[in-house]
């Protein structure tokens, strides 16, 4: 191959990684931006009235475009429908939709993909996942009882884990609330330092 040809190869990819990296950058900036002005709002803020008068914003973990995984996706179709346990004793209804397998820091993980089967009733949520899961910050520099992860049904082999939007459960802010407990299963035993951290009153 040519030199000329080969700097210019190099370039364009560069460049497009680069412009790969910005769009990341944007939407996870835009994720932060609309969760702050939800917690803001009192008519939408789970955050009890005492709290709400001093909030300012969350504390997020830096932007970490590492932990912008595409994962391969399995369907898993023949689920049963279960009861999965939350922090109270209601009892929401999920499918397990599907297991995305990937690779962070060398190892190899699986998260299990859920449907919610009230929600999917819904117009706006007919696509919607849900991944709750716990990680070795929980407890320390995240919420103790594992954080969630919001996803869309994808249309190939693979599914963008952007842990980067990884949110608490309502009921790191208000024990008011009725939280999915991540289960066993939904263990990364790696530190997933990105997303929302735990909430300092």
Not at 9 to 31: G, P, R
Not at 127 to 148: K, V
Not at 160 to 187: Q, R, V, W
Request: glycine share 4%; proline share 6%.
């Amino acid at each position: 191959m040519k030199p000329l040809l080969f700097l210019l190869i190099v370039l364009l990819n560069t460049s497009l990684l680069i412009a790969q990296n910005a769009s990341k950058l944007k939407d996870i900036v835009a994720f932060q931006k609309h969760l702050n002005a939800e917690f803001a709002n009192p008519e939408e803020s789970p955050l009890t009235s005492e709290d709400i008068k001093k909030f300012e914003a969350l504390e997020f973990f830096a932007i970490d475009t590492t932990f912008v995984i595409e994962a391969e996706f399995v369907r898993t179709p023949y689920e049963s429908p279960f009861s999965m346990p939350t922090t109270t004793d209601r009892m929401p209804i999920y499918v397990k939709y599907g297991e995305a397998y990937f690779e962070l820091e060398g190892q190899s993980f699986k998260l299990n993909i859920y449907q919610n089967q009230e929600l999917i009733t819904k117009t706006e949520y007919v696509d919607y996942l849900f991944i709750p899961f716990t990680d070795a910050t929980n407890g320390e520099t995240s919420y103790g009882g594992g954080r969630y992860l919001d996803l869309r049904i994808p249309t190939g082999k693979t599914i963008t884990l952007n842990f980067n939007k990884a949110y608490n459960p309502y009921c790191a802010y208000n024990g008011k609330y009725s939280c999915p407990i991540p289960p066993l299963e939904n263990d990364i035993s790696v530190a997933i330092s990105a997303g929302v951290k735990a909430y300092k009153k």
